[in-house]
């Protein structure tokens, strides 16, 4: 079972991927997070990306298709759940290719759709915790007063350098410019499955199983 996870930033998709995770033992590739690993590891890449992804600009499609064909190459029976990638028509049709050669290839494409207004809210309040990656939001799911993440009691908590208004305005911009074209495309090759992205976390999770099983 392969899906990717499809939306705006702020829509969910890593919430949704870690619990998909943790409940069915899928594999999460998050372009998102290899990059911000390879710039806290000081990579060259690493180095070389870490500007562009502060603006909430795109990185070059070379980068993140080289990052998600290693990830494949190291686990070519793995069931995946692609979150954040792809973000390009030329990234999908990259997708599709690497899939095939390793004979496999996309179950469902799940579109989860979230008005712009609560993106801006969402991204704005977010924080994670440092040491688990358990999500956080300052009105919906606050860290707990006596400062443990309710996952693995961890005490540090952090916000992404890009979770700011002005880098989100370019981020969501990127989005319908270069992302969304992907809605009609995967539509167009019957694989689009479309859910609500507003609702609880629960109740999200439920859609998705709806679609996948
Ligand atoms: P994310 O965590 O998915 O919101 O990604 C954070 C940032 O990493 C994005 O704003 C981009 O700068 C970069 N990035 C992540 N995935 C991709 C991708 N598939 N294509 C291009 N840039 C990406």
Redesign the pocket.
């Known amino acids: 079972m392969n899906i990717i996870l499809l939306g705006p930033?702020g829509a969910g998709k890593g919430t949704q991927a870690r619990k998909l995770v943790d409940e069915r033992g899928m594999i999460q590739l998050?372009?998102?997070?290899m990059?911000r690993d390879a710039r806290s590891s000081g990579t060259e890449m690493g180095q070389k990306v870490a500007a562009?992804?502060d603006a909430?600009?795109?990185?070059t499609d070379e980068i993140?298709i080289g990052l998600i064909r290693e990830k494949l190459e190291q686990n070519p029976t793995g069931s995946f759940i692609f979150d954040?990638?792809?973000?390009?028509l030329a990234?999908a049709d990259a997708l599709g290719e690497l899939l095939a050669a390793m004979g496999t290839k996309l179950d469902a494409v799940i579109e989860m759709k979230v008005d712009d207004e609560a993106l801006v809210h969402r991204i704005t309040a977010r924080s994670t915790c440092a040491t688990c990656g358990e999500g956080y939001n300052d009105i919906s799911k606050p860290i707990p007063a006596d400062g443990h993440c309710v996952k693995c009691g961890g005490t540090e908590f952090k916000r992404r350098p890009?979770d700011n208004e002005e880098s989100l305005r370019t981020?969501l911009m990127e989005y319908y410019k270069k992302t969304s074209p992907l809605i009609g495309y995967y539509w167009a090759k019957g694989d689009l499955k479309q859910i609500d992205g507003l609702g609880e976390i629960d109740e999200v999770s439920a859609a998705i199983a709806e679609i996948i099983g």
Do not use: E, K
């Open positions: 930033p998050s372009t998102g997070d990059l562009i992804m909430g600009q795109l990185v993140v954040g990638f792809p973000r390009t990234q890009d981020r």
